[in-house]
């Protein structure tokens, strides 16, 4: 267990809160799993990057964690309350990201975590309840180029600027371009920012058999530069709409209706699901693209491969 510890002293930028991890070369893989790294402060009254775990320029793997209850700064900007990676590659895997915050005061990006010109993947974490005072609740994407969001369950997350579950943004040189495939994104709509997920000027998002559910805006795309391609996305109670903003969406093959989650609570977020391309295009098929009834219910249960 990793608990309670502080980073850096005042008036310090400081990173990892609880684990900090640097490497040098090609051949730093450390592994991390199986802890609980819970409730430590990267910065007290500056910058923190990374109040449960930084990581930069090593290609770590991550799995099995609890990451709880961490801040990133409590005095200042904060950025990644759970992880900052920077410029990894690391494998983040089965971990629970829950109840972290980037600051308590002001700024923050990145309640569970953020990506920094990291082609990072992360696969099957629950990234749940997590809280930034700017963008990205539960995910904030800065400039990384090849990252990979698979079976994860991404919900419950608050942001008071933009994109309260997934915010992605990169710059003309730096783009942001990812592919987001079997995630569950829900309930992402506890602040100002109730948006599923906020593309940001030069950012290209493929999405695949994702279930998309109770935000404001689904999938919101800001500038001519942002792109987002989803294909099988099920869409239900987002409530301005499923998507919007000026850049560029294409939707194919997407299904209104409601997923027939078990219990929308943090405590059964596990239970959520996804489903198949083959299950889509069946359900599509009988029901004329409706989800309904107790078939339904059991399709979505049987399809569920992260938590």
């Known amino acids: 267990m990793i608990t309670n510890n502080i980073a850096g002293a005042s008036g ?4 990892g809160g609880g684990i900090y991890l640097i490497g040098t070369d090609a051949f730093t893989l450390p592994v991390v799993s199986g802890n609980e790294i819970l409730s430590n402060t990267a910065s007290i009254s500056n910058t923190g990057y990374g109040g449960g775990m930084y990581i930069q320029n090593c290609d770590a793997t991550v799995s ?9 700064s409590i005095g200042g900007d904060g950025k990644g309350g759970g992880l900052y ?23 923050g990006e990145g309640g ?11 696969d099957a974490n629950r990234i749940i309840s997590n809280t930034a005072l700017t963008q990205g609740g539960g995910v904030s ?7 990979t969001l698979t079976n994860n369950i991404i919900a419950q997350n608050r942001a008071d600027s933009v994109g309260g579950g997934l915010y992605a943004w990169g710059m003309t040189g730096f783009p942001a371009r990812g592919a987001l495939v079997n995630n569950t994104i829900a309930d992402n709509d506890l602040g100002a920012a109730g948006e599923g997920i906020w593309a940001q000027n030069t950012t290209t998002l493929t999405l695949t058999n994702n279930i998309v559910y109770g935000h404001t805006y ?16 099920v869409f239900h109670g987002n409530t301005t709409a499923d998507t919007g903003g000026s850049g560029t969406i294409v939707s194919t093959n997407a299904i209104n ?15 959520l699901a996804v489903l198949s391309r083959r299950e889509h295009r069946d359900l599509r098929r009988s ?10 219910a059991l399709r979505l249960l049987r399809g569920h491969r992260g938590g």
């Open 112 to 122: 569970g975590l953020v990506l920094y010109l990291s082609n990072a993947t992360l």
């Open 141 to 147: 994407v800065d400039r990384s180029d090849g990252f």
């Open 287 to 296: 029901a004329g693209q409706r989800l309904r009834g107790r078939c339904s």
């Open 12 to 15: 310090v930028v400081s990173s």
């Open 64 to 72: 099995a964690n609890t990451v709880q209850d961490n801040v990133g």
């Open 85 to 107: 990676l920077n410029q990894s590659a690391a494998t983040v895997s089965g971990n629970d990201i829950i109840h972290n915050a980037a600051s308590t005061v002001a700024g």
């Open 218 to 233: 689904g999938i919101y795309a800001s500038g001519s530069q942002s792109l987002v391609t989803a294909d099988y996305t």
């Open 257 to 271: 209706g409601d997923p027939l989650f078990v219990n929308s609570s943090v405590m059964e977020l596990s239970r």
